[in-house]
């Protein structure tokens, strides 16, 4: 399959000489003890701290020439005690037409915070809504109550509507399979209480124990067409290819049998033709009633928005094969509480995750400190450059597709290149392919 490249040209926002968006790690302390956290991942490597004002007087540079300010990292950001400040210097730098956001659990919004957080600039507020059933809600947000979330709502629009008409209220709903039925009554909850928009994004598991909650498919969505459109022709001749597996190691075999090896050989070959990776171990191991039962899900969602009003974002239920990197795409910026600068989410900090299953260890990619180096210095030395340029090329395995699992190339944290010989460690990403959504 051949990469999708897009048009680079000195107007591409990636290839700018400045950043257009800037997502900026107030904290790594939260309130909350979330399971599905990086935070409780006991060998988690990275500290607990709060950005400097330092470091942040460090980005006023890039703040006229930005479209978009997201105070949001591991941590929540309620915790910083000059979040306000942040906000209103950073709203004075920047144009009229741009916004300021950040993502929270809300827990920590009272009357008076609402109002200050509103009197300070702030333009969009997401809360985490992961279910509207106290039980199921408290489970995943372990520390929180849902009754906290109902007055942030309540604050919030009081203050809106005393100081600011334009804060857009939102909510960030993260799908698991303890918590998909409740998706539809959340939607319809969230525009009961006023909200503007809502994002749905798929889990992204850094524990194990979490795989098994994970509810997208592990194939491409252009290896299944393929398969599909096999396994129908089969059909037809009454051969279900389904049982591949079942007799492909067999001595002597049935008409039958020979016929699903023949239509399986001839799924491979018009895959290589088209260029398209197969893994066919996950294809006939994929689980055909979930997938059905999660885009009745998404449909019932839809429906439910568009019947209440509601900006609606859902992920893909199956990994796109048409790769868009909106991070590198849109020039965005990534600066960690301690002033590293990250080119993304994925390559944001140094942890251990598992794609489809098998455990990754992912190396934070670092281009500079802002201790020692300007913004607009580090967004424009020629390694950065070039990485995003590269990015943009889309150029890359699909990895966690491939039939070899996750190879020594892109497994380990010590990426050097993948089997094309890319530098970049995006052949194991997934957030470009509209798994994972965020507040961007």
């Not at 928005?305 to 590198?328: D, H, Q, W, Y």
């Amino acid at each position: 399959m051949k990469p999708m490249n897009i048009p680079l040209t000195k107007e591409t926002p990636a290839l700018k000489p400045y950043p257009t968006k800037l997502f900026i790690e107030t904290t790594t302390r939260c309130n909350l003890q979330c399971p599905m956290c990086l935070k409780q991942r006991h060998d988690a490597e990275f500290l607990e701290g709060d950005i400097s004002t330092n470091i942040f007087m460090a980005l006023l540079p890039a703040l006229p020439t930005l479209e978009a300010l997201v105070l949001n990292g591991i941590g929540e950001p309620l915790l910083h005690p000059h979040l306000e400040d942040f906000i209103a210097l950073a709203k004075d730098k920047m144009d009229k037409n741009t916004w300021i956001g950040f993502q929270t659990n809300g827990l920590l919004i009272d009357s008076a915070r609402a109002m200050s957080l509103v009197r300070a600039g702030v333009d969009r507020i997401c809360l985490s809504v992961d279910a509207v059933s106290p039980a199921t809600f408290s489970n995943i947000r372990q520390g929180g109550e849902f009754r906290g979330v109902e007055g942030a709502f309540k604050m919030l629009h009081a203050a809106k509507k005393k100081y600011n008409e334009r804060l857009e209220i939102g909510v960030e709903f993260v799908l698991r399979r303890d918590n998909i039925d409740e998706l539809a009554e959340t939607i319809r909850w969230a525009a009961s209480q006023g909200a503007d928009f809502i994002i749905v994004t798929q889990l992204f598991p850094y524990h194990q124990a979490l795989v098994s909650q994970t509810t997208y498919d592990a194939n491409l969505d252009i290896s299944v067409s393929v398969f599909h459109e096999h396994m129908r022709r089969a059909e037809k001749e009454g051969i279900d290819i389904r049982r591949y597996y079942d007799v492909f190691m067999k001595y002597e075999k049935s008409a039958n049998e020979k016929k699903i090896i023949a239509f399986v050989e001839a799924l491979v070959a018009d895959a290589l033709r088209q260029g398209i990776s197969l893994n066919l171990q996950k294809l006939f191991s994929t689980d055909h009633a979930w997938v059905e039962k999660m885009e009745k899900v998404f449909a019932r969602a839809r429906s439910v928005g568009t019947e209440m009003g509601i900006k609606l974002r859902l992920p893909e239920v199956i990994p796109k094969s048409a790769r868009r990197c909106e991070f590198v795409e849109e020039g965005s910026i990534f600066v960690s509480w301690d002033g590293n600068v990250h080119p993304c989410y994925f390559l944001w900090h140094h942890y251990h995750c598992y794609i489809n299953g098998v455990e990754k260890i992912v190396k934070s990619k670092v281009f500079g400190n802002l201790s020692a180096r300007g913004i607009l210095e580090i967004w424009n030395d020629p390694h950065f450059v070039t990485f995003r340029q590269n990015v943009l090329r889309y150029d890359y395995p699909f990895c966690f597709n491939c039939s070899f699992a996750l190879c020594d190339y892109v497994e380990g944290g010590d990426f050097e290149q993948d089997c094309y010989i890319n530098a970049e460690p995006c052949g194991v990403c997934l957030w470009c392919m509209d798994v994972f959504q965020c507040l961007k």
